[in-house]
């Protein structure tokens, strides 16, 4: 049923049509929402079945889940930046152990300097952890990704994360198909674990493995999540008979036919991206726009397959490498080998900075005549930076960067007023 | 589509104003999108929502930079900031004051706007009026239905129902309503419902 | 493929030690260890040191615990000798369902166990939680407060041999004033770790105003035995702190560790206690106390207190004060009356 909802409600309703047992979270802007959500609702009565955790940490959050999970209870967990840092350690034991939790990361930039706005920082972090990594380009695909999370994870056995931006989506009103219990009863079936702590028969699972084994366990999980490539878009396609809309899958194309020009990015950034190819293309311009779903597994042939016959590629990521260059487009570029196409990385919208259609526009229109750089930072401000260098190589006390340019932008408010 | 940005202070309902605009949309069939502009907001802190208004699904999630319409709920905030940035020609502006442009020092900043787009109401004092507290947003949202002739009354009334139940909800509709009656006085609502 | 046994026979090689409790006592007073029929939850097998104080604590416990819930136990350890040295890959000597995650989360763990286990109806199913002092006083301080303030249904055991063991015999917040570690080493005038650090887990634990706390040590086993049986007929965050000597990270003989954990008891640096709901309600009184040098002498890691010709007469003074406060705090030197056996 259509609801106009605040999506991070959206999710958390969709979380309990999916018959969680275990919910444990602790709070983080911009994820907040949803796991008051879930409280809510647990609370309420309308999730039964539920036990609903207040941990003291995220590190202690994501370890009840460990614990849950092991004993066989379908279990979820959300957080974001600072908090998926947090919890670092146990991101790599859940996916080492095999555990099938499904956890929402509402996006939110890392600092320092501290940032609660929405950019791809934080999952980029953790983009070789072992988990799956779905990006959710609207707000129904995000409640949406969350039903085929748990299949997914429970079928592969390995976690899951479903990443939303933070305040773009999950604080954003919009209207929202919640699909019905018997629907996702249909599609989600009682989880089966394949490994469970049970006094009938039991074993010891987490312990140490050396040389002589490593190697080995590590490449099982490589070859799962080769497997999740065949396996998500089938889960997508299923999602689709039951719920009759196309949502998840590896990747998303919009009007890539003929395309010169391929914008490549993930999230919700890609609606903007939309409505600029729409605008470009009734001027005459050849562009596209493939938004990636799935970032891990990193669809490698899918991508070479859509982007081939291109020009260029510009690859508009929410992340940084720093000292090296995008995130995203050097992945990009790893699948585009030998095929001659060239990838430029625009990194854009880190900490929250608007990503606009003017902006946009006007990148693609360098992009067009073959001027933009490799490595462009969008709507950056020369003039700052360039005075906060100044200001470096005058004195070595030069003071902290940060402070120096809010200083700065709030002296260049002073004098336009 | 229709983007509506409005201005006011933390403790204002500044986000819940947008957000019943985009249900009373959707209560319409219409595809709504409304979202705050976030940050680290404390009780007095200016505050701005958007709302986006559209017959078909809305892609896009940059903030609204040329809106359709503005409303302000807080008139202080002429001091600190420039609330009609990128305000559309014929765009709508309606402030909640129960001064007139003069008085409120906007005089020239709205000079360029059609007379009968711009509109003061003074939705603190109505709220107080009929719901005992001052909270101007939904009291806003019917003095907007009214002006702009982007949404029928009614669905303003049964987004606000949707929201706030018993007294609450029921003080809320008569002050939106007492809003809608007065702007609807002193504009002339065009028949809006046709466009997008 | 050669079919194993899933439960391992219990051996027994020495007749009338005190390890296993004496065996001629009437059945009811026998500890569960005198038992052929026990669990034998950490099974032969086991890679620890020799004299290893944390094996026999463990094993104490958990077949106590395998006792009182007739096998029905889940288990998590933080990494730490005790999960090293019980399961070297590919073997494990664990006869539970055993869940090892990390350093600092075990507490954490086990909460998430409790409530699957609460939502799936088993309320048969116990969990038990492990570390040792590092483990839980250090790293892992911060979960097992939030477990201990949820008052999760969770029994969380100490094991208490006051270092770092398994990383080299590191100093922790469990270290002892004056002990010799890798990182606390007595050079020149230094005292080895320094007077006024370290943390009382266990009054931390009792803070908390949780059902249950105790302190428990391997040489008084029907003491350990009962009191987790007791741990285990209360529901809720319950807390038992065992004192677990180390032959080789406190350097003393590998054949003495039941003696020092007697005279760590007896020379009152270590009380035994219980408390419930932030308030004492027992602690063992000392029969023939002794002066701490007794319990110092015969480990290296106090070595430097005792230099030939110098002894440090301030030093082990002000560790005989600690163990005076004990005494005043738990009442230690009362007379009571004697049971009869």
């Known amino acids: ?417 | 589509m229709f983007q509506t940005r409005i201005h006011g202070r933390g403790g204002q309902g500044v986000v819940t104003a947008a957000e019943l605009m985009s249900v009373a949309a959707f209560i319409e069939g219409r595809h709504a999108q409304a979202f705050p502009s976030f940050g680290s907001e404390r009780t007095g802190a200016p505050v701005v929502s958007y709302c986006r208004i559209n017959n078909k699904e809305i892609r896009t999630r940059e903030p609204i930079l040329e809106p359709d319409a503005i409303i302000i709920q807080d008139p202080t905030l002429f001091n600190s900031l420039d609330v009609f940035q990128g305000l559309k020609f014929d765009g709508y502006v309606l402030i909640n004051s129960n001064k007139n442009f003069d008085e409120l020092g906007i005089k020239d900043a709205i000079k360029k706007i059609p007379n009968k787009h711009a509109c003061c109401v003074p939705a603190t004092e109505i709220a107080i009026k009929h719901m005992g507290r001052p909270m101007p947003n939904a009291v806003l949202l019917g003095g907007f239905a009214a002006m702009s002739g982007l949404l029928a009354f009614k669905s303003v009334e049964k987004a606000i129902q949707s929201k706030f139940s018993g007294k609450i909800g029921d003080g809320n509709i008569s002050a939106a309503l007492a809003a809608f009656d007065i702007v609807k006085k002193t504009t002339v609502t065009k028949e809006k419902k046709g466009k997008k | 493929m050669t079919k194993l046994d899933s439960k391992q026979r219990v051996k027994f090689y020495q007749k009338g030690t005190f390890t296993v409790g004496n065996r001629l006592v009437n059945k009811k007073e026998r500890s569960v260890q005198a038992s052929m029929e026990r669990s034998n939850a950490i099974t032969s097998g086991h890679r620890a040191c020799q004299g290893c104080g944390e094996a026999l604590g463990a094993r104490y416990a958990l077949d106590t615990v395998m006792r009182i819930t007739k096998g029905k136990a889940i288990a998590c350890n933080a990494t730490g000798c005790l999960e090293v040295f019980t399961t070297p890959y590919p073997e494990t000597s664990w006869q539970l369902p055993w869940l090892h995650s990390l350093f600092g989360n075990t507490p954490a763990v086990a909460t998430g166990i409790a409530a699957a286990l609460k939502v799936k109806g088993k309320k048969d199913v116990r969990v038990i939680a492990q570390g040792g002092d590092g483990g839980t006083i250090d790293i892992g301080f911060g979960c097992l407060s939030g477990m201990f303030e949820r008052n999760d249904d969770v029994l969380y055991i100490c094991y208490d041999n006051e270092a770092y063991m398994n990383t080299g015999v590191q100093r922790s917040g469990a270290t002892p004033p004056t002990a010799r570690t890798a990182t606390t080493m007595p050079v020149g005038d230094e005292p080895g770790n320094v007077f006024g650090t370290g943390k009382n887990m266990s009054l931390i634990a009792m803070a908390h105003n949780i059902p249950y706390v105790a302190t428990a040590s391997v040489s008084n086993l029907h003491d350990l035995e009962k009191k987790v049986e007791k741990a285990m007929t209360y529901r809720g965050a319950r807390y038992i702190h065992i004192y677990v000597p180390c032959p080789l990270g406190w350097g003393h003989a590998s054949d003495i560790t039941i003696q020092l954990a007697r005279l760590v008891v007896d020379c009152a640096l270590f009380p035994l206690f219980e408390a419930e709901h932030g308030a004492v309600t027992s602690s063992t009184p000392i029969r023939k106390k002794v002066p701490v040098e007794e319990y110092l002498r015969p480990q290296r890691r106090f070595a430097h207190l005792f230099k030939k010709g110098a002894i440090d007469v301030e030093r082990i003074a002000k560790i005989q004060k600690m163990a005076d406060e004990n005494i005043k705090r738990f009442d230690l030197l009362r007379k009571e009356e004697e049971t009869t056996i």
């Open chain 1, 1 to 417: 049923m259509f609801e106009q909802i605040e999506g991070s409600n959206a999710v958390a309703k969709c979380v309990a049509l999916c018959r969680p047992e275990v919910i444990c979270a602790y709070p983080i802007s911009p994820q907040t929402h949803i796991v008051e959500g879930c409280g809510k609702l647990v609370k309420s009565g309308k999730l039964k079945n539920c036990e609903f955790i207040n941990v003291e940490s995220e590190f202690a959050a994501l370890s009840v889940a460990i614990g849950s999970s092991a004993t066989g209870a379908r279990t979820y967990t959300a957080t974001a930046s600072q908090g998926l840092l947090f919890m670092a350690e146990a991101v790599y034991n859940a996916s080492g152990l095999g555990l099938p939790i499904v956890m929402t990361i509402g996006n939110r930039a890392i600092g320092a300097p501290i940032n609660i706005w929405n950019d791809h920082t934080d999952s980029m972090s953790m983009r070789d952890a072992g988990w799956l990594q779905l990006f959710a380009e609207t707000n129904q695909e995000a409640a949406d990704l969350h039903i085929q999370a748990f299949k997914l994870a429970e079928f592969l056995s390995m976690p899951v994360m479903v990443c939303m931006d933070g305040f773009i989506l999950t604080h954003a009103y919009d209207r929202v198909d919640i699909p019905s219990q018997e629907k996702v009863d249909a599609y989600l079936p009682p989880f089966k674990p394949r490994q469970v702590l049970d006094p009938a028969n039991p074993y010891s699972i987490g312990a140490m493995v050396g040389p002589e084994a490593f190697t080995e366990v590590r490449y099982l999980a490589h070859e799962k999540q080769q497997r999740a490539l065949k396996i998500i878009p089938k889960i997508a396609k299923e999602f689709k008979s039951v719920f009759g809309r196309n949502s998840g899958g590896l990747i998303h194309n919009y009007k890539l036919d003929g395309a010169k020009t391929i914008v490549v990015t993930l999230g919700s950034v890609a609606g903007t991206v939309k409505d600029v190819v729409d605008r470009m293309r009734k001027k005459g311009k050849k562009i596209g726009v493939l938004s990636i779903c799935s970032f891990r597994p990193f669809p490698k042939l899918e991508i070479r397959k859509a982007l081939k016959n291109c020009k260029r590629i510009i690859v508009l990521e929410k992340s940084l490498a720093v000292g090296f260059g995008g995130v995203v487009a050097n992945n990009v570029m790893m699948s585009m080998q030998g095929t001659g196409v060239h990838v430029h990385t625009v990194v854009a919208g880190l900490g929250g900075r608007p990503i606009t259609q003017p902006s946009l526009k006007k990148m693609l229109q360098v992009a067009e005549k073959d001027e933009l750089d490799d490595l462009t930072f969008l709507d950056l401000e020369r003039k700052v930076v360039e005075r906060e260098l100044k200001r470096e190589r005058v004195s070595q006390k030069s003071g902290p960067i940060a402070e120096n340019i809010l200083r700065d932008l709030a002296g260049l408010k002073e004098i336009k007023r």
